[in-house]
């Protein structure tokens, strides 16, 4: 071969190696970028969705306090004054005293139960009161205000949870026990706080009937319910792991789990 030729040749291929070079470079690159893309997409929906959830969440919070004031504030007073009235009955025959004895009763059974229910709605109570607190509250309500019985344990030390979070988890801990009273036809509920070294838990278990977890049916019925879906959107909103346990005939168990470094 000439050497003017394998000169050439040699320019040929080498230009041809550089552009093929450049040309997987510029694949590459192009590719990292779209990839970058949809990540951030993906962040930036991701973050949509949590702002979202926040800010539907802050709405709730306040519509339960304002709730609360009400219930305090107005039903509560005017039930007050009710069972004052009928304090200062004028002259009446032992018939109507017993009638007006029963009636008292009531009222103050109701001025308690919606002071109950009052607390439980209050978010500046439960954050004065504490998780732990709040909980056994709650589980205590359960058991004085129906036939279901209740245990509540603490594992480990307590420690300090950042106040936000243990409102989202404390209003997770009552959809469970709502569910639980509403579906489970349970006789006890126990309610277990683990304080870890990593994580702090929370396990809610009820011995009732239990129900089929991914039945497609339930889920398409028009009137299915968003508290197993909130609950899970809850959690993740906090950092925290939500698992159900459940089956026909075989209780209901929910496990949350908020691992060390997300609790501080
Ligand atoms: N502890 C439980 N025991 C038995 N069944 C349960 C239990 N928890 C949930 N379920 C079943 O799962 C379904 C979905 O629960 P979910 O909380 O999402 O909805 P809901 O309680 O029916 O309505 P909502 O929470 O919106 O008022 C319930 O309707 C019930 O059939
Ligand atoms: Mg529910």
Redesign the pocket.
């Known amino acids: 071969m000439p050497p003017d030729l394998k000169s050439y040749l040699l320019v040929f291929l080498g230009t041809f190696l550089f552009l093929g070079a450049f040309i997987i470079l510029l694949a590459t690159l192009y590719t990292k970028k779209q990839q970058r893309n949809k990540n951030e997409k993906k962040e930036m929906q991701l973050q949509y969705h949590q702002t979202l959830l926040q800010s539907q969440l802050e709405i709730q919070e306040q519509t339960f306090k304002n709730i609360s004031q009400e219930i305090h504030d107005n039903i509560g007073q005017a039930l007050t004054l009710a069972k004052l009235n009928l304090n200062t009955m004028p002259s009446v025959t032992d018939q109507q005293k017993e009638k007006i004895f029963t009636t008292k009763e009531i009222i103050s059974k109701t001025i308690s139960d919606l002071r109950d229910l009052s607390r439980s709605l209050n978010t500046d109570y439960i954050a004065d009161m504490g998780l732990q607190k709040a909980i056994e509250y709650e589980m205590n309500l359960i058991s004085k205000s129906s036939s279901i019985k209740t245990e509540t344990i603490t594992e480990g030390k307590p420690f300090v949870i950042d106040k936000q979070k243990e409102l989202i988890l404390f209003r997770i801990v009552q ?2 026990l ?3 009273i ?5 006789k006890s509920i126990i309610a277990k706080m683990i304080y870890g070294s990593d994580s702090f838990e929370l396990l809610i278990t ?1 011995n ?4 089929k ?1 991914d039945d497609p049916k ?1 889920e398409k019925q028009p ?9 899970d959107n809850r959690a993740k909103l906090i950092g925290a792991s939500f698992s ?1 346990n ?1 089956g026909p005939g075989a ?2 168990e ?1 496990r949350i789990i908020l691992p060390f470094s997300h609790s501080v």
Request: aromatic share 4%; no cysteine.
């Open positions: 959809e469970v709502n569910n639980a509403k579906h489970s036809e349970a009820d009732g009937k239990g129900f977890i339930r009137g299915s319910g968003l508290g197993l879906r909130n609950m159900m459940s209780g209901t929910v």
